[in-house]
């Protein structure tokens, strides 16, 4: 289950488009960040997907990936031209396909093949009409969805979601947020031909007067276990609060926040999940008390099976952009560090991770640490923030004020910086106080250490 959030010039503090998203998977799929240049191709030439295989065009962009390792598309994402995007899980009445273009396969070529955030919206609803969308875009648990997209450059940006090959689109006027949710109703600026009849013939709806493409659409049960309503308002309150002076510091901030309380941790106590069932029920618009938090840590194989992989915040202006991050799970445990587009690549000492953990990958390194910090989750959090919060500030604060040089040396500097203080805290770990949680809690983390060949 994943957020993403977006504002335009009239809501941040100095006119630029800022873009965020957590990528929430299953706690051991691995997330890589990828740099793929710009590519020419031949007339006749295909492009394998995760499942299927399309025709490829003349010229693919140069783009940054948050790709999980074992597929071809990716979560979110951004590309030379400084379009980014970012995809939710739909859960809807109609059903995918079993085999299809995958949300992350659409969201990737749609980088690959556009220019500005107009192009991509067409792209998008070009490949759905043409291919439609369907498959496994699960890891370890199969799991089927329709998609929702945000798409933004400079100058403006899209809400874009989907049923089988139907769509909808809104034009963002300052800010706007997506979860696991449908969040158009009859607000839409546009629609596909046959989303509204649909509605009718099945019996969703009355009339065309009385369509929304929510309420009609939602698969009621389905989307309240996502739980991304609360997610959704709460992070449209934390973007509303600034409105008119958002800042990059803002997009991590929300990305990193659990629901406003200072003394959440990843299990509060040891109920049962049929306890935490009936507070989502009673509280459902409550985050962090559901356990739907933006920051999202897994617990259980139902209730709580997402967690924050990778996290990622753009920030575009008209002539320049940076993007930032994590490349790791548990933003609010992690440092962000940069990649420029066009121009840089992978920083030096970054290995990508598999499988199976890996003390040389930079994913795996940083969740093995993440995994011993459960266990004394808030001394740790205290602990590392204010180390983080002083090098992000200097580092958003060189980079954005033309400081620092926007070239690789730049981005391997910050890297190696972030991979310290992740190496250094983890080092403290065992000297802090530890959180007592119960026996369900560490028979779930331990399993996965088990399979994943963590000791």
């Not at 089988?164 to 979860?179: E, F, G, N, P, Q």
């Not at 949710?181 to 009339?207: M, Q, T, V």
């Not at 993007?323 to 962000?336: D, E, F, H, I, K």
């Not at 802090?432 to 000791?455: A, D, H, M, V």
Request: net charge neutral; with cysteine; proline share 4%.
């Amino acid at each position: 289950m994943c957020d993403t959030i977006v504002a335009l010039g009239p809501a941040t503090l100095d006119g630029a488009t800022l873009f965020g998203k957590n990528s929430d998977r299953e706690p051991d799929e691995a997330q890589n960040i990828r740099i793929r240049p710009r590519r020419q191709h031949k007339a006749g030439d295909t492009v394998q997907c995760t499942y299927i295989s399309i025709p490829q065009v003349s010229e693919t962009a140069g783009v940054m990936l948050c790709q999980p390792f074992w597929m071809f598309g990716a979560e979110m994402g951004a590309n030379e031209h400084g379009v980014v995007i970012g995809n939710e899980a739909l859960f809807t009445r109609e059903k995918p396909d079993a085999t299809g273009l995958t949300g992350m396969d659409i969201l990737r070529l749609a980088l690959e093949r556009s220019k500005t955030a107009r192009q991509a919206l067409q792209t998008i609803i070009g490949l759905l009409e043409e291919h439609g969308q369907g498959g496994n875009s699960g890891y370890r648990i199969n799991v089927l969805y329709m998609n929702g997209f945000i798409i933004a450059d400079h100058r403006e940006a899209y809400v874009l979601e989907t049923v089988r090959s139907w769509w909808a689109w809104k034009r963002v006027t300052d800010l706007w947020s997506i979860s696991n949710i449908i969040s158009l109703e009859d607000d839409y600026d546009e629609c596909s031909p046959g989303l509204i009849e649909n509605a009718i013939k099945r019996g969703y709806c009355k009339s065309e007067a009385d369509f929304s493409f929510k309420r009609c659409y939602s698969d009621r049960v389905m989307t309240w276990g996502a739980k991304g309503r609360a997610r959704q308002a709460r992070s449209r309150q934390l973007l509303s609060t600034k409105k008119g002076a958002l800042t990059t510091a803002d997009f991590t901030g929300i990305l990193r926040d659990h629901g406003g309380d200072p003394d959440w941790t990843p299990v509060k106590s040891d109920a049962p999940v049929a306890k935490h069932v009936i507070d989502m029920v009673l509280r459902p618009r409550t985050p962090g008390k559901s356990g739907g938090t933006i920051c999202m840590h897994a617990a259980d194989k139902l209730v709580r099976r997402s967690q924050s992989v990778c996290s990622m915040v753009a920030r575009i202006d008209r002539d320049r952009q940076f993007v930032y991050t994590t490349g790791a799970s548990n933003p609010c445990l992690t440092p962000y560090w940069p990649i420029f587009l066009p121009g840089t690549a992978i920083p030096a000492g970054y290995e990508e991770a598999g499988a199976r953990y890996d003390a040389g990958a930079f994913w795996w390194e940083c969740e093995r640490l993440h995994r011993e910090a459960l266990w004394h989750f808030v001394a740790a959090r205290d602990a590392i923030k204010p180390v983080v919060a002083d090098y992000e500030k200097e580092m958003m604060s060189s980079i954005e004020g033309g400081m620092a040089p926007m070239n690789q040396t730049t981005v391997d500097r910050y890297f190696s910086a972030a991979k310290t203080i992740t190496g250094e805290w983890g080092a403290t770990l065992d000297r802090l106080p530890i959180t007592r949680y119960g026996r369900s809690f560490r028979r779930y983390w331990q399993k996965y250490n088990e399979l994943n060949g963590i000791s």
